[in-house]
């Protein structure tokens, strides 16, 4: 195991009718802005009873967060919260809202030029304000993780930061609030937790079997308990059961002391970046292919996989870690998520070349979790994606 350092303040607020506690949770004095979407918080009720909670509070609202959040739009947020002195932020909503949320938190507080830099040049966050979270989606982890994906919209680019700043002071997660999700939306969001696990697990032995075996957990909880909330999202206890497990994926538990890949989502952003593919979905795309290509090098963590997950016993390593990517795709499929980019749109040729060109610019010439994988590498993976 490798030498690893942990830390996450985040606290947890789990279930049904927990938001009575919400102006617990924020000190008295303080002036709120509630940051949300396009709508979804009136339909389900959040914003009713959010307002209600907070009722001996200062609230204003700053709604039009879109997905794959945009840094022009976080950018009149700032404006709003300058003008009004506002100094907590509430994020209501999916990854999108808190990780827009996020990065206004760090904005905020950035006196050193653009804040852009923040995710273009990995200037560091010296401060942030603070903000809590209501979760309405399970997806991303978001709620428990100080990281965020942040869109410009003139230039196609879709770029991260995290600090340790910018974890939120509490996150509400409210399975009860996610059963007027779309199934599309369920089924993006068992996907990508799915993927965040895989993203620090996929990769080669490193004599960690505690982590393994979390992981291993979290994987077989979304194939158990993704299938049922996808096709109720009413299902409470599936519900409750993916929204667990999509936090548990990326708060930073499974990645402890154990090497990690995150090239399958740098891939996938580009794609979203670039077509506005939902997240999950460009993770589909990408992840079988990327298996494949680096076949050699994680056929013995696939193979793993196969037999503690999916119960292969069949075969050889090779035929297990081969199958164990064929239950992959077909596990997405069954979620109705396609596995190929040109499933998503007709103009993909130039694609492969484009992000590799990208990546080269950006100086990202070493991914992988052996940091192997050259941008030639990442052309012929986007291309096997087509
Ligand atoms: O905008 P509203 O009206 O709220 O509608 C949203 C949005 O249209 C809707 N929605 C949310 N909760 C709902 C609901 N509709 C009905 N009922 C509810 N209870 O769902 C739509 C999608 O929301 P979004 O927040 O975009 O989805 P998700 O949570 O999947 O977030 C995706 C974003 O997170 C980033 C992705 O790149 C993408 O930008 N990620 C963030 C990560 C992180 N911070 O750790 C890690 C991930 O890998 C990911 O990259
Ligand atoms: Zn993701």
Redesign the pocket.
């Known amino acids: 195991m490798n030498n690893f350092e942990f830390f996450n303040p985040v606290k947890i607020i789990f279930g049904k009718d927990q938001l009575t506690k919400l102006a617990t949770q924020i000190p008295k004095n303080k002036k709120v802005l509630m940051i949300?979407?396009?709508?979804?918080?009136f339909?389900?009720g959040?914003h009713a009873t959010i307002k209600a909670a907070l009722k001996n509070f200062t609230v204003l609202e700053f709604s039009g967060?879109?997905?794959?959040?945009k840094y022009e739009t976080a950018m009149k947020a700032l404006e709003l919260i300058k003008a009004e002195k506002i100094d907590f932020l509430l994020a209501v909503?999916?990854?999108?809202?808190?990780?827009a949320t996020?990065f206004i938190a760090a904005a905020a507080l950035f006196n050193e030029g653009d804040p852009w830099e923040i995710l273009s040049k990995h200037r560091p966050v010296k401060a942030a304000m603070p903000f809590g979270v209501v979760l309405?989606?399970?997806?991303?982890?978001?709620e428990m993780?100080s990281?965020?994906?942040i869109?410009r919209e003139a230039s196609h680019e879709?770029l991260?930061f995290s600090s340790p700043l910018t974890f939120p002071v509490f996150s509400f997660l409210l399975p009860d609030?996610?059963?007027?999700?779309?199934q599309r939306?369920v089924a993006?969001?068992v996907v990508?937790a799915f993927?965040?696990v895989m993203e620090q697990y996929m990769t080669y032995p490193a004599n960690a079997p505690l982590q393994d075996r979390f992981a291993e957990s979290i994987l077989q909880t979304l194939i158990e308990e993704g299938p049922k909330a996808y096709a109720n999202p009413d299902n409470y206890e599936a519900m409750s059961n993916l929204m667990w497990s999509a936090t548990m994926a990326?708060n930073g538990i499974i990645s402890c002391g154990v090497p990690q890949d995150w090239a399958v989502?740098m891939m996938g952003?580009e794609l979203?970046a670039q077509f506005g593919i939902?997240?999950?979905r460009t993770?589909a795309i990408i992840a079988p292919n990327h298996y494949k290509f680096n076949f050699e090098n994680k056929k013995s963590k696939l193979a793993q996989y196969g037999e503690r997950v999916w119960g292969i016993t069949a075969g050889t390593l090779d035929d297990k870690a081969h199958a164990a990517i064929e239950k992959t795709v077909a596990f997405f499929h069954s979620l109705g998520v396609d596995t190929k980019l040109s499933d998503y749109t007709r103009t993909y040729e130039g694609t492969a070349q484009n992000i590799s060109k990208r990546f080269t610019d950006r100086g990202w010439i070493g991914l992988g979790e052996r940091q192997s994988i050259k941008p030639a590498d990442v052309e012929k993976i986007v291309e096997m994606s087509y």
Do not use: C, F, R, W
Request: glycine share 16%.
């Open positions: 949300y979407g396009g709508g979804s918080i339909k389900n959040v967060i879109e997905p794959n959040p909503g999916g990854g999108s809202v808190v990780d996020k309405t989606l399970p997806a991303t982890g978001s993780n990281g965020a994906v869109t879709k991260a609030a996610a059963s007027s999700l779309p939306q993006n969001g990508d993927m965040h990326l989502h952003h979203t939902d997240h999950a993770l």
